[in-house]
């Protein structure tokens, strides 16, 4: 056994829980908690005054900087980074990638003898210009114009990544074009929350709420992930370039039992917990809840809800550092939401409420009529914006990856439905028929004015088919993938509220103008919006075929691939939610839909020719020294026996009509990526991913999944299931 593979596991028996460094012993959460961020803390000791309150009013309220305390605050800021070791600044932005991206710069400036000094200017800490010519942009600027901006984002603090060497501060910021349209997903995301505060404030002025000058979309994103042992998933290239693997038979021991959820967390996996959490404490990012997920190797970090921008930076922080900070412990950290056919995927469920300044909760049902009469209008509104905008909300969760998961039997259906549990839905169903008008045996249901009762925070048993449930007083989008960014899916949902919102107030604000009472109005419009929208209410199992039917039969689209939903990108209705309140505009929606394309089409084929390349020099090599070696076997076995040698036959027949079926699989892969590449379009390109090269890796790997069960261990040199789940 002297093959990389087993090496590899030997090596896996040295490794040992990385011990924390001794000047972090017995540190408590509020002891480092936000240390390594200019948040308000840190401003309220470095700036003036009078500089503080009015960067505060900025933050808080979402007034316009004023560019004249930019160089004191640019000042306080490097000076606060110095002080923790900082050497470099860098504008941390969001392109296009799906990733983050940044460019360091040091403090200093040369002066006129010679040396230098510490500098950065509020011009510096306020806009950037960083090459922007390889970033994705969907035809908003040709691949020549390499000029792009960057610019600061005062409502989310800045913060200091260490590394051994030395500190950057990281200045969170917008990415844009020269004619100024969005290069990244943060603009829209802002866009989209300023939409939503604007309608819903209109709705709690119609309730006589004056106090309240905003409302924050508020999010909770739960993280799933696996780890794997660094020395074995070195020695496969699909895990290292694709993120996954693209063969692999299935193990005798998977996630049957339910031994590894919520089970005992594995040492090692512990240490690097700690050491994430440590990571992520120190930057202000609340990390709450750590456990084993259902898969053997897969877990869960989950943070503390935020305001929807500062969740989705935290999020790319914490995936970043997830990355960063597994190799320091032995182990690869994999966000893909399929890693391992055959065990559940990863997703990263969404959990989203609205919150207004005054830190009221709008979809908690209260405790008197006038909450619950402002409560169901809300709910109104999000049952408005799931049912009328549902195709805008399935764009938010589209990739490559996620495809594997959704509808799945493992992850929400790809169909939205929303869950709300048996008591809400029963409230509903009254106020829908008592508006209508039924038996006189029956109180009628009068909004804002009696007989909605008190709701407990767990109104039922939680539904985990449902791709959109309520629990309480948030909703959980649960079809979200794991490796993805939040900031679509909060786009999409915000606008979409907004939208419905929109709606709602115009109708309310239009009949209160001619005189009618709010609760005169809400009678009206509550059961007909309910009436309206109640096909989107599903409290059934969301995984079966009658459910798909049923669906069907209530209109409710099923885009079950990426590509199937990105078609429908430009359709009116989809536009309109965008285009509305300029969440998008036209040119940013087209540039989109390319972008997306073609990354859906670049990721299958960079996995075709990953999985090509492991059949060429791993697989079939193997599975050709297992053949020579039965033919030889058979050959000697026929030499010195006259009993026959059916068993030596039948192996050797087996081995090579499996070779020769993958042989044959894998050149007509070869000709499918060579079809998808020549492609004139990414729409093209795309399609063709989907329906020729996809199909053909799955035959590829049904072929290259029996081999691995018929040859002897010792000629097999990709790290098996057993081994990559299991070792930890």
Known sequence: MNSARHAALLATLQNAPVKAQPEKWGLQASDIYGENVFGLAAMRKHLPHAVYQELERTINQRQRLNPQIADVVANAMKDWAIERGATHYTHWFQPMTGLTAEKHDAFLSPTQNGQVISEFSGKMLITGEPDASSFPSGGLRSTFEARGYTAWDPTVPAFIIKQPFGATLHIPTFFYSYSGEALDRKIPLQRSIDALSTQALRILRLFGNLEATSVQAMVGPEQEYFLVDKNLALLREDLMLCGRTLQGAQVPKGQEMADHYFGSIPERVLSFMQDLEQELLALGIPAKTRHNEVAPGQFELAPVFEDANTACDHNMLIMNLMRHIAPRHGFICLLHEKPFAGVNGSGKHNNWSMCDSTGQNLLNPGQTPQDN?????????????????????????????????????????AILSVYLGEQLTNVIEQIMHHGHGVSQDKPKMEIGVSTLPPLPLDLSDRNRTSPFAFTGNKFEFRAVGSSQSIAPVNIALNAAVACALDDIATELETKISQGIHLNQALQELLPRLFQEHQNIIFNGNGYTEEWKKEAEQRGLPNYNNTVDALLHYTDQNVQEVFLRHKVLNQKEMLSRQEILLENYANTICIEAKVFLDMLRTKILPAAQKAEYQAAKTLFYVQQVTSDGSACEQETFKVLKHEISALVAATHILEENVAKTKSAQTSKEQAILSRDLILPAMQTCRKYADKLETLLDDNLWQLPKYKELLWIH
């Open 373 to 413: 009469a402002q409560f169901l209008v809300f709910l109104a509104a999000v049952l408005r914006a799931v049912h009328k905008h549902s195709q805008v909300l399935r764009l938010g969760t589209i990739g490559a990856g996620n495809d594997h998961r959704l509808g799945a039997n493992e992850a929400p259906p």
